[in-house]
């Protein structure tokens, strides 16, 4: 009997204490913050009020990671991109850069090892984009339905990763309806 407690009580050290599951994705959210804070925006308050406002637009029918996945699996399924009124604080995203090279940066001075990074949410999805023949619209969000669930969808990172880059989407095929 004590054996199997010794046993039960290592088990849960080994693995209990082994982090988060979204290690590498709680550092790149990180990240994230001090590249918005270094700009004067809370990145919370920023992503609330962009999440309200894609609510009103309907784009999402609430702020769960399920109406994220589902707006995913629309566009895959070959739908398109909402138009959206233009809202007073998207042009901070594109002022503000966080794209491959600031995550590469982020990731390489956490000093992550391969097995944490592998097994990352964040690695399988970049994973699955390099099976990706052309990027598009609908692969991107296939991309991310294969990959994603409504749970990493609920996850900071993920969810700052969604709604910023819906807004450069919209920017780039100039579907803003402006007031």
């Known amino acids: 009997m004590k054996n199997i407690l010794k046993i039960l009580l290592l088990s849960i050290l080994t ?14 959210y990180n990240c994230l913050i001090q590249k918005y804070e270094s700009n004067g925006i809370d990145i919370t308050v920023f992503l609330d009020s962009l999440e309200n406002h894609f609510i009103k637009n309907r784009i999402l029918k609430d702020n769960s990671g399920a109406s994220k996945l589902e707006f995913y699996k629309k566009l895959a399924n070959g739908g398109e991109l909402t138009i959206m009124e233009e809202y007073e604080i998207t042009d901070s995203i594109a002022r503000i850069k966080f794209a491959e090279q600031e995550i590469e940066s982020c990731i390489k001075n956490k000093g992550f090892d391969s097995s944490t990074l592998n ?32 749970r990493d969808l609920e996850h900071p990172y993920f969810r700052a990763h969604m709604l910023s880059s819906y807004i450069l989407l919209l920017e780039r095929q100039g579907r803003f309806i402006t007031k």
Do not use: P, W
Request: with cysteine.
């Open 119 to 150: 097994s990352s949410v964040y690695y399988r999805l970049k994973a699955e984009f390099k099976t990706v023949k052309e990027i598009n619209l609908r692969n991107a969000a296939m991309c991310h339905v294969n990959v994603l669930t409504a």
């Open 15 to 28: 693995y209990g204490c082994s982090g988060s599951e979204y290690q590498v994705e709680d550092e790149l």
